[in-house]
């Protein structure tokens, strides 16, 4: 299988501009692609995680990948997927995040050699003069068509500012800069980027009279439509000190079963034959894959050692009641709990709250966990498919207390 169909049977493409060119270009070792970064964080998170894995396998197919770090880009703040204006950094902020960047992301790309760059496009956005770039670039777009974009629509009701209607002409000025200086012919990016990035194509086919390419990725969102990566604490981070090799661990242990999948298909770099047996798991052998997918994805972040120690604590984690027989237990029929127990009810019966409304505001305060992980659904349903390895489910009420149920 080629490396554009194997993206396509990992269900990473969403939108191509031109699919024959693309899939000559990556199937052929002959693209030079850039991804863009802006540093609006001092860590990169999942989102990020899973362009780095892209960039990674076109990498390892023979192709260049560029890194922009959007150092001028994250002055104005990019509207996409946002309801309100981002926070305006300053650029001291701005270029410690950059610094923190540059440190993960060489841990998933090679930039020995020049097989790869890591450029910053405040090396040319910020040296801009105004009007020679009104003049330069302005002819080139037009307001009604901007306005039609989906990352501008999206905020026309609640209000859109003149400074980050500005981060379109930005961006497609970086793909411009890009292709000239370092003959970069096909940018990647999320599918939230569409517009932007055919206003790059568009730059460099009107003002060069060349042809260069754009491929979206689809975004990683879970079986209700809501984006990856994310927890009642908020953002699940690749730095070791903002999210622990445990906590991304259990992030990835406890995805729901209608993920586990997609997640194994579109992040992991275990063969499709292996995963597509993994298919018709169900069960304790879902959680086996669950598990599988835990610890890949925190072998490629935090390297082998972290995933088994991550590994390892889990299952001790798990065996703690479960072997040692001391941990508080309540027993459900199997069929009841077969065909599911909804949280409120556990926390009642096993008596960690007093009543349904103590149980709710527990849930709704993040104050429960199910095998490690928090919860916040309030209509949460257990089943047996939640058994962890030990063959138990394991809950926790705030830090300390902690509660098995089990199947008779």
């Not at 300053?90 to 610094?99: D, Q, R, V, Y």
């Not at 305060?365 to 939640?386: M, P, R």
Request: aromatic fraction near 8%; charge should be neutral; charged fraction near 25%.
């Amino acid at each position: 299988m080629n490396t554009y169909e194997e993206l396509q049977a990992r269900g990473l493409i969403a939108q191509v501009t031109d699919e024959e060119v693309i899939k000559d270009l990556i199937n052929n070792g002959k693209a030079t692609f850039y991804i863009g970064f802006d540093p609006t964080a001092d860590s990169l998170h999942i989102g990020h995680f899973m362009a780095l894995c892209l960039m990674k396998r076109l990498q390892m197919a023979g192709n260049k990948p560029i890194a922009l770090l959007g150092g001028g880009t994250a002055m104005i703040g990019d509207p996409s997927g946002k309801t309100d204006m981002r926070q305006m950094m300053s650029k001291e902020t701005i270029e410690h995040n950059i610094a923190c960047f540059k440190k993960q992301m060489s841990k998933f790309i090679d930039f020995s050699d020049g097989k790869a760059l890591m450029v910053n496009n405040a090396d040319w956005l910020l040296e801009l003069n105004y009007i020679d770039l009104l003049r330069e670039v302005g002819p080139h777009f037009s307001v009604n068509r901007m306005l039609t974009a989906e990352c501008y629509k999206q905020r026309m009701e609640r209000g859109l500012s003149f400074l980050e209607f500005n981060y379109m002409i930005m961006q497609s000025y970086d793909f411009y800069k890009l292709f000239q200086d370092y003959g970069c012919n096909l940018q990647f990016g999320g599918d939230d980027q569409w517009s932007n990035m055919l206003g790059g194509t568009e730059l460099i086919r009107r003002k060069l009279g060349k042809d260069a390419s754009a491929m979206t990725i689809t975004l990683l969102l879970n079986s209700e439509g809501k984006k990856m990566g994310k927890t009642v604490s908020g953002a699940v981070w690749l730095d070791p000190e903002k999210t622990s090799p445990y906590e991304f661990f259990q992030y990835w242990r406890n995805v729901n079963d209608a993920d586990v999948i997609k997640c194994l298909k579109m992040l992991t770099f275990l063969p499709l034959e292996e995963i597509h047996k993994m298919e018709s798991w169900k069960g304790a052998e879902l959680n086996k894959a669950k598990e599988i997918l835990a610890y890949e994805l925190t072998n490629l972040v935090h390297g082998e050692d972290e995933a088994k120690k991550a590994l390892n604590a889990a299952k001790n984690m798990f065996a703690k009641g479960g072997i040692a027989g001391d941990l508080p237990t309540t027993t459900y029929a199997k069929a009841d709990l077969d065909a599911g127990k909804d949280i409120l009810t556990i926390l009642v019966d096993t008596k960690l709250a007093g009543s349904r409304g103590e149980a709710r505001r527990l849930v709704q305060q993040g104050g429960v966990s199910v095998n490690g992980e928090k919860i916040t659904e309030i209509d949460k349903t257990l089943t047996t498919a939640d058994y962890n390895d030990e063959g138990v489910i394991l809950i926790k009420k705030g830090k300390k207390a902690f509660h098995q149920i089990k199947a008779d």
